[in-house]
């Protein structure tokens, strides 16, 4: 199965399901999260980075699912 990046911007290409990695996330959702040094927004934007990779790998876990059942 292939899917369309950039789907409307000029870097748009198809490639591969299975060349799709979602980035490690998680170091910089704790670092935005425990770092006293940010202030309160960037903090709270902590768990909008953890909650998009969560989806993204929902996603690609769906995706997969699909492309599996034909």
Do not use: C, F, Q
Request: aromatic content about 4%; charged content about 40%.
């Amino acid at each position: 199965m292939k899917i369309i990046r950039s789907m409307d911007g000029t870097a748009r290409r198809e490639v591969e399901l299975s060349d799709i990695k979602v980035p490690d996330m998680w170091h910089l959702y704790i670092r935005l999260r425990e770092d006293k040094r940010l202030d309160n927004g960037l903090r709270a934007a902590a768990e909008d980075v953890l909650e998009t990779w969560h989806i993204a790998h929902d996603l690609l876990k769906n995706l997969k699912l699909l492309e599996k059942k034909g």
